[in-house]
């Protein structure tokens, strides 16, 4: 007998399938009608009941309902998640309306989502879920954010374990590097240490000396584990603390500053602050290299699946949030602006063939069914929001003052690629 959810998804069957076409440009079909071929905006529907957790808790029913086997994809869930980005929404119009408080409460300051405490919880809930599922994921450097496959292809390297992924991650490291114009003896800060593979790569491959703040435990114990070099401190911190301390101790300023993959975290209440303590911890002549996920328009409110089961309290930050008083312009200047975003589609990809190639190695009481299905749509869902170019991969290189007119001999900036 089915139970009271399937029931009254059943009686709202037609309304909400004309909803998903008209919104998501997603088209139901019924497991018990199901063709041979089915097209890449049609999804299988195994429980009517996805259609009354869509009308009563909207965009975050439909991962949900995922997880939970509610609905299948006609042909992958890339394509599916591709076409509901690139039509519209799933979101419903009654819930914009609560969309519409949170985005009035954050920008007059009622709320930061980006709090010191709400930072803390984000570490714990992602980026301390389990270095096994991590290490079979992820490169031999364990680079959590994008990769850099400018020339590579996804055959596997010579001489290493993944594949392009691999290489394509190492371009990565190295073009922080050269982008930084570092030179032996340079100190360097880096803001969110991730599991320590790029400040050990900085210290070893660039001769430079290191200190990388970060929240997760799990990082601090991988990186002195695997990634410890004798020119590099790494410490359990959170940003704000750290500059504030190393402003009010007078320590020496730093050559660099890097930011791989924490800006989403910073959020853009905090931007003006975030930029301005910066400046106040590097040289006048040094440079600051800002490597984040940034959004097609300035919409403050995360998707409301991935602020559940990913990351909480994360903020993609539009292009006019860099440029608002205290940040990017006005303190700054903008040395050069790289976009790469499409990397990101093939490096989600490579992750998710990673993670399922692995998963027989990996404790099935610990990592479910229903979890690998939150997996898929996490990484599948980022790599179609990056293909749709709803959502890129941003490198930003500042310079307090500008650089000087003999700086390298040229009279400039110029892109390392």
């Known amino acids: ?45 195994h429980d009517d009941r996805l259609y009354f957790r869509i009308i009563y808790k909207g965009a975050i029913a439909f991962g949900e309902a995922y997880m939970d086997g509610d609905w299948t994809p006609g042909t992958k869930l890339f394509d599916v998640l591709k076409k509901g980005i690139e039509t519209g929404s799933l979101e419903s119009r009654f819930q914009a309306f609560f969309k519409f408080i949170q985005f009035f409460a ?8 980006q709090s010191i405490f709400r930072s803390r919880k984000v570490a714990k809930m992602h980026y301390d879920l389990g270095n096994d599922l991590y290490e079979k994921m992820l490169c031999s450097h364990m680079q959590y954010t994008c990769a850099y496959w400018k020339g590579c292809n996804d055959l596997t390297w010579t001489g290493n374990m993944v594949g392009g992924l691999e290489q394509a991650q190492r371009q990565k490291l190295d073009l922080i590097g050269r982008k930084l114009k570092l030179k032996p003896g340079m100190r360097v800060l880096e803001l969110g240490g991730g599991f320590g593979g790029l400040s050990y790569y900085l210290c070893t491959h660039f001769g430079v000396s290191v200190h990388a703040c970060d929240l997760s435990v799990e990082h601090e114990v991988y990186s002195k584990e695997h990634f410890n070099h004798e020119n590099k401190t790494f410490e359990i911190i959170d940003y704000r603390d750290f500059l504030k301390r190393h402003i009010r101790e007078g320590t020496p300023l730093f050559d660099r500053v890097v930011s791989v993959g924490m800006m989403e975290h910073v959020g853009p209440r905090n931007f003006p602050n975030f930029f301005r303590q910066i400046r106040k911890v590097i040289k006048p002549q040094g440079l600051f290299l800002l490597h984040t996920i940034g959004n097609s328009v300035d919409d403050r409110n995360q998707d409301p699946w991935f602020e559940k089961y990913v990351f909480p309290g994360a903020c993609i930050p539009g292009p006019q949030t860099f440029f608002q008083p205290g940040c990017i312009g006005d303190g700054w200047k903008l040395e050069d602006w790289h976009n790469f975003g499409v990397d990101y589609k093939r490096t ?8 399922i190639a692995a998963r027989g190695e990996l404790p099935a009481e610990k990592y479910d069914e ?48």
């Open 1 to 45: 007998m089915p139970g009271l959810e399937t029931f009254i998804g059943s009686k709202l069957k037609g309304p909400v399938q004309r909803l998903m076409k008209w919104q998501a440009g997603l088209e139901c079909v019924d497991a018990s009608e199901k063709k041979e071929d089915l097209e890449s905006h049609q999804i299988v529907v």
């Open 106 to 113: 954050a920008n007059l300051g009622l709320l930061n989502p």
């Open 348 to 355: 989600c990809q490579a992750w998710w063939d990673n993670s």
């Open 370 to 417: 229903r979890f690998w299905r939150m997996w898929e749509y996490y990484l599948q869902g980022s790599a179609a929001g990056f293909a749709a170019r709803s959502i890129h991969l941003w490198q930003f290189v500042l310079s307090p003052q500008g650089l000087p007119d003999d700086f390298e001999g040229r009279g400039g900036y110029e892109r390392e690629n």
